[in-house]
């Protein structure tokens, strides 16, 4: 148990659904990111917030909307997703009261059919 | 951009034995480098990080060195263990990860 709380642990969605991912930290952590992971390819970093500020985009699809009302929670808002979506999506948090150690949630697991 | 990379992909070990997994990165200038554990369908623990005015940190069997120099991190396993099977990443600076070594040990 990290800290990080990250909903559903498993989705499956079609095509022309509507879904979020939900990330919860209560580590009081300032920073929080949202990474894929597809298999057999390096964690990919798709957004960083910072003080609830967007501070990185990686060229993500905006068919990928992330929002993050608090320092506490990141949502991952999905429409119109491809089946090449389909993966691991984590969510990390990071403070310097945790001496700027990453925290991983364990992950939603996204099937797009 | 930042590029890291981890030799080797895969490596399988018998137990009680002493490895070394590499890390290496492009950009010097980074402030710190994390070395993490993912157990098949998990997150990622947290295993070391050092801050880049560091050399070394040391948690149990496991020892990671930094050489910010040459851009290269080492994570030494001592005495390796069945339970030490996963995939190790390391992640420089801001969260840019390598590929990852999966270990296996073998009883």
């Known amino acids: 148990e990290t800290g990080v709380t990250q909903t559903p642990r498993h989705l499956v969605m079609g095509m022309t659904n509507k879904k979020s991912l939900k990330c919860e930290q209560h580590?009081?952590?300032?920073?929080m990111y949202w990474y894929k992971q597809s298999a057999k390819k390096p964690l990919e970093l798709m957004f960083v917030y910072n003080f609830k500020e967007q501070t990185e985009n990686n060229s993500v699809p905006s068919r990928f909307s992330p929002e993050c009302p608090n320092s506490s929670h990141l949502f991952l808002h999905l429409h119109t997703l491809q089946p090449e979506d389909s993966a691991l999506y984590l969510c990390a948090s990071r403070g310097p009261n945790s001496g700027n150690t990453i925290y991983f949630g364990e992950g939603s697991w996204l099937t797009v059919v | 951009k930042q590029e890291v990379t981890q030799i080797p992909a895969a490596l399988s070990v018998p137990e009680g034995e002493n490895l070394v997994l590499n890390c290496s990165f492009t950009d010097s200038a980074i402030y710190n480098l994390q070395w993490f554990r993912q157990d098949p369908g998990k997150g990622l623990t947290s295993l070391l990080l050092?801050?880049?005015?560091?050399r070394e940190q040391t948690s149990g069997r496991l020892n990671a060195s930094l050489d910010k120099s040459s851009g290269r991190s080492t994570l030494y396993i001592a005495a390796s263990q069945p339970g030490d099977s996963a995939t190790y990443l390391c992640a420089v600076g801001d969260m840019r990860f390598g590929a990852g070594t999966r270990l296996t040990v073998k009883p």
């Open positions: 050092i801050q880049s005015s560091q």
């Open positions: 580590l009081g952590h300032n920073a």
